[in-house]
């Protein structure tokens, strides 16, 4: 098996996306609980995936989004969406 390396940035989400217009597979999110720009950092996340690529949202389970698909752990959901 061939293996791939990929750069894993740690960041403010919502500056990044800002910064880079670039396209990107996977899109990883993790706010704070608290959290007031949700829609915005949905809307960049989405916006910056190739074909294919996936935007995995990490949030409280009293939040809802309307993502295609979501993972309960507890009190904890994964929002996902696949950008087709």
């Known amino acids: 098996m061939k293996k791939t390396k ?3 940035v740690v960041s403010d989400a919502l500056k ?4 880079r217009p670039s396209s990107f597979d996977v899109v990883f ?7 007031d720009k949700y829609e915005e950092l949905i809307r ?5 995936l190739r ?6 949202l990490e949030h409280d389970k009293r939040k809802s ?11 904890t959901v994964l929002s996902i969406w696949v950008k087709e």
Not at 44 to 48: C, D, H, Q
């Open 16 to 19: 990044f996306l800002r910064s």
């Open 29 to 35: 999110a993790d706010p704070p609980y608290v959290f």
């Open 65 to 75: 989004f309307r993502a295609p698909e979501e993972r309960r752990y507890g009190d």
């Open 44 to 48: 960049l996340a989405l916006s910056s």
């Open 51 to 56: 074909e294919g690529g996936v935007f995995i």
């Open 6 to 8: 990929a750069p894993v």
